[in-house]
């Protein structure tokens, strides 16, 4: 009997679901680890982007990281607001004539 390669290559259902959400889980919490070792090493900005960028890719398939990045766009989103209305609506200042 000749099997083609594509019978081969088929996992079952549940397995092939275990298996992206195990390498979702390694690849977000690399990253978040990532993002928190460079909260110690003197790297300027790269935590703004690297744990946010570790909870999406958790957040892929776990509700508590859905939830998490939901919380922290709501509080920069006030923060933002926050320092919009203190210090009106130019943050940059404006080039010297």
């Known amino acids: 009997m000749i099997r ?3 019978d081969l290559a088929r996992a079952p259902r549940g397995f092939s679901r275990q298996l992206r959400r ?8 690399g990253v978040l680890a ?3 070792v460079l909260v110690v090493v003197p790297v300027p900005g ?6 946010p960028l570790g909870l999406t890719i ?6 508590w990281a859905s939830s998490t990045l ?8 006030a923060l933002w ?10 943050l940059v ?4 004539r």
């Open 22 to 29: 195990i390498a979702v889980a390694i690849a977000g919490f």
């Open 81 to 90: 607001l926050a320092v919009r209305q203190m210090f009106g609506r130019r």
């Open 34 to 36: 990532l993002g928190l």
């Open 93 to 96: 200042p404006a080039p010297a």
């Open 58 to 63: 958790l957040a892929k398939e776990f509700a």
């Open 70 to 77: 939901a919380w922290a766009t709501r509080t920069v989103q």
């Open 46 to 51: 790269t935590t703004i982007v690297v744990i």
């Open 4 to 6: 083609r390669t594509a």
